[in-house]
């Protein structure tokens, strides 16, 4: 249902949606992210949330229009995304908190069995992965240990793709913000929105690209424009004579 959701926005965002990436990602996050995040964090903890994954992975591939060759992770920093996992991370233990601080109805019974099932033995496992112990994030309060749980889970799965995609480029305000790359805002033209995309990483088709995979030394890689300059990215986009309009 999900992956139905998403194709209907990937219409939406190609014909009505003006090709608006901010507005396609909000869509994504109220639609799309809450069918995969229904129900999904009382699996079993051996689940495999590669199929979750692989919808939002796919979608994003598809608005930002990037090759193959561009990690998951690239585009994750890039759109302010988290992966699935990670949400389901929080929705998890943030069921669990709840649990333990609203008792009411039959919970104080339960929380008195010292029977552990799957799902909460794995939630006390991401608690310690996470580097809390359930004593300590229960006696800080629902509100503060939900707004704590969800900010070292941003922390860290920010952390984990830049780790993963060294040459992401980022103000160094900005570098650990989760939140959409500003360019998406303000650049709305699809050609010149596109292009940017490609440059930051590293994918614009240009000699200096083309001649990573030939071999061709550096000073070899020319524009064919009049210039005759190295045709490096800021060759496109400042001086190439054919690229001017863009």
Known sequence: CGGEISKNILKFYYSRGGRYIPAALKLFKAKTL?????????????????????????????????????????????TGMLRVEAR???????????????????????????????WHKAVLKSLKMLGFSPQAILALGLDQAKSLIKQRVNDVERQM??????????????????SPAAYFYFLEVNNTR?????????????????????????????????????????????????HIKV
């Not at 994003?60 to 060759?69: D, E, F, S, W």
């Not at 690209?209 to 424009?225: D, I, Q």
């Open 161 to 178: 793709d830049i780790a993963k995609s060294p040459d992401f480029n980022s103000s160094d305000i900005n570098r650990y913000s989760v």
């Open 34 to 78: 809450a069918q995969l995040l229904y129900g999904s964090f009382l699996g079993p903890p051996a689940l495999s949330f590669l199929p979750l994954e692989r919808v939002q992975s796919s979608f994003l591939r598809t608005i930002l229009q990037v090759p193959k060759c561009v990690p998951n992770s690239w585009i994750r920093l890039e």
């Open 88 to 118: 389901i991370y929080i929705i998890s233990i943030t069921k669990w908190l709840v649990g333990h601080t609203n008792l009411q109805g039959l919970l104080p019974l339960m929380l008195q069995d010292h029977f552990q099932s799957s």
């Open 194 to 242: 596109r292009a940017f995309t490609l440059a930051r990483s590293s994918t614009l088709p240009s000699a200096v690209l083309e001649g990573r995979f030939k071999a061709t030394p550096y000073h070899l890689r020319l524009c064919s424009c009049p210039l005759g300059e190295i045709d490096s990215t800021e060759h496109i986009f400042f001086n190439c004579l054919y």
